[in-house]
C-alpha cells in the first residue's frame, strides 16, 4: 500500500513554483498544487491528454492539502535543471518548436512555449506545464 504524503502549506509555498502552481518532489513523482481546484482539473486532463500522446509526464490520483489542490505527476529531468538558457536555445529550439506542434495536432491545444516549461522522459522532450492551454473555440 502507497504512503499518501500530505506537505505542510507552508512546505508547499517553499516549493519551485511557476505563475499558477506549486512542484512538491518526491523522487520518481512529484505533485503539482494549484490554488484553485478546476485549475487543477483543467491542469490533469491536459496532461493526461498530451501523455497519452507521448508527450508529457504520467499523471496519477488527485490530492487536497492545506487549502491546495493537486495531482501526483511521473517526474522528469527539467532541461532549465541541466542546461542553461543559451544551451537550450541552441540545442531545442527546433525540438521545442516540433512538440508545440505536435501537441496542437495531436491533443488541439497549443502552450506556454517558455523553455522553463519542458523536461525530458526517456530521452524524449515533454511539456510539463499545463496551467495555460488554448484551444480553438475554448478558454481559461
Known amino acids: ?10 512546505d508547499i509555498l517553499k516549493c519551485k513554483h511557476g505563475i499558477s502552481s506549486y512542484y512538491f518532489p518526491m523522487g520518481d513523482r512529484g505533485i503539482k498544487f494549484f490554488k484553485n481546484k478546476s485549475e487543477r ?14 508527450l508529457a509526464p504520467e499523471t496519477f490520483e488527485i490530492i487536497d492539502s492545506g487549502g491546495f489542490y493537486g495531482y501526483y505527476t511521473e517526474a522528469v529531468e527539467m532541461l532549465h ?3 542553461s538558457d543559451k544551451q537550450i536555445n541552441k540545442k531545442f529550439a527546433n525540438k521545442i518548436d516540433n512538440i508545440v506542434d505536435e501537441l496542437y495536432d495531436s491533443c488541439d491545444f497549443t502552450v506556454d512555449i517558455n523553455p522553463h516549461n519542458f523536461g525530458i522522459k526517456n530521452g524524449r522532450l515533454v511539456l510539463v506545464d499545463f496551467g495555460y492551454c488554448d484551444y480553438d473555440n475554448y478558454f481559461y
Open 41 to 54: 482539473d483543467y491542469s490533469k486532463l491536459n496532461q493526461h491528454i498530451a501523455f497519452l500522446a507521448g
Open 1 to 10: 500500500m502507497q504512503t499518501i504524503c500530505f506537505p505542510a502549506k507552508s
Open 81 to 83: 535543471n541541466t542546461y
